[in-house]
């Protein structure tokens, strides 16, 4: 059997979208991964590549110049992009999840022609910025303002560990007015729009995350997205979208980490024999395998329930919960089956262990999505 995706059940489509995303991440990434996990740096070229190859439009209409795949395919083809290296595959999935998401269903006609186009054709790179330093799990609390200004906005506050926050072309940004949250679109070139240093963080070394000050940036009235005091729910479900590109994104951690145990334990010997002869290692190997296939098989089961526009909501915290510990729990296996190796930079699977943490944290934690699931169970409740 393949560890990876098969080609078998794949369509034609699928399987040249799955062919080009595993070939650019091949050269592109994966031989890069580890220097930009040292040196903690973005490769914005690497995303304007992607861009220009469709990647940063994939779900996104063909009338908007996106690729207007369905959502399997376009989580293929991210799981290629995360087997290679988490730290590209979260900009490229918060920029297709959220505020494309958000563009595309409740954007006007006119914000839709302005940036919608430009981002599916990779030429703009997008964030969200919902976490602020009193807020992360409790969103609904956030304190950032946006009050009415002549004729259009004026922001003011302060938001936290914003991907691409200090890279990208334009945030999505919550902040509160009268009538309650509501989402703006924010070029990052606007005067008062600070973002801070790139935090230091244990694993997703090379994303760029930082806080955003926003001091009294002052927006065009046509910079609100969709209806004023609407934003927690367009955000809410952009979530739940982008909450399955972290299920995917963990999916390609641990895949990758199985691949690399796998043929590690066929190469080292102890005891006057490979790793793999014996039984507990057997063992290991096999659960790690099987939790890697049952977290892929979830995603993409919640993959076929939005593309038949059924509910997805507690699906997708189901998936995004069970593949985000089965990414801890594998890359914990594979470091032990590595020994003392696992331990050291200069093998794989330390990076993807560290890398792996963050997808129990961002998007809802996994108390959060627990939460979810169990009020998915009572839903009078
Ligand atoms: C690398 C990185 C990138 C990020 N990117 C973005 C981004 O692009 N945009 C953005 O808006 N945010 C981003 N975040 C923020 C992220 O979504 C938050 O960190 C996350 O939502 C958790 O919030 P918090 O860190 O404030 O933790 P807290 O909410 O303070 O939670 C701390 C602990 O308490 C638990 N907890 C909280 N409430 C409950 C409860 N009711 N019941 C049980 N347990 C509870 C949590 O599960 C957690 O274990 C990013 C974070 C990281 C680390």
């Not at 439009?57 to 989580?75: I, R």
């Not at 909450?243 to 999916?251: D, F, W």
């Not at 939005?306 to 507690?314: K, L, Q």
Request: aromatic share 8%.
């Amino acid at each position: 059997m393949s560890i990876a995706i098969e080609a078998t059940g794949l369509s034609e489509t699928q399987r040249q979208i799955v062919d080009l995303a595993r070939e650019f991440a091949r050269t592109r990434i994966e031989p890069h991964a580890a220097e930009w996990d040292r040196t903690g740096y973005f490769p914005r070229d690497v995303l304007d590549e992607l861009g220009r190859l469709g990647f940063l439009g994939m779900c996104t209409p063909e009338a908007f110049d996106g690729m207007g795949l369905d959502t399997l395919t376009y989580f293929l083809a991210l799981e290629e992009i995360a087997a290679a290296d988490a730290s590209i595959a979260i900009s490229v999935s918060i920029h297709n999840a959220i505020p494309t998401t958000m563009l595309v269903r409740h954007g006007s006609a006119a914000q839709q022609e302005r940036w919608l186009r430009s981002m599916a054709r990779g030429e703009r790179l997008a964030g969200f910025a919902l976490s602020e330093p009193e807020s992360g799990s409790d969103a609904g609390a956030l304190a950032t303002r946006a009050v009415r200004d002549r004729d259009g906005w004026l922001l003011s506050g302060t938001k936290a560990w914003a991907t691409n926050g200090g890279t990208a072309d334009l945030m999505v940004v919550m902040a509160r007015t009268e009538r309650g949250i509501s989402a703006f679109i924010v070029p990052t070139d606007v005067p008062g729009y600070r973002p801070g240093r790139p935090e230091d963080k244990m694993g997703l070394r090379a994303s760029n995350t930082v806080a955003i000050a926003l001091e009294d940036v002052r927006l065009p009235a046509d910079h609100l997205l969709g209806e004023d005091g609407q934003g927690f729910r367009y955000a809410m479900e952009g979530l739940d979208v982008g909450r399955l590109g972290i299920a995917v994104q963990a999916v390609g951690i641990a895949r990758r980490a199985l691949e690399h145990a796998v043929a590690y334990c066929a190469e080292r010997r102890q005891f006057g024999a490979a790793l793999r002869e014996f039984e507990a290692v057997q063992f290991k190997l096999a659960d790690m395998a099987t939790r890697v296939e049952a977290a892929r098989a979830l995603t993409h089961a919640v993959a076929g329930r939005i593309d038949r526009s059924e509910g997805f909501t507690t699906q997708a915290s189901m998936a995004k919960l069970f593949a985000s510990e089965t990414a801890m729990w594998v890359t914990t296996q594979a470091v032990q089956l590595f020994g003392g190796y696992g331990y050291m930079r200069d093998f794989p699977v330390e990076k993807l262990f560290r890398d792996a943490k963050v997808t129990e944290l961002y998007e809802g934690t996994s108390e959060i999505q627990r939460i979810v699931i169990a009020r998915g169970l009572y839903p009078r409740g």
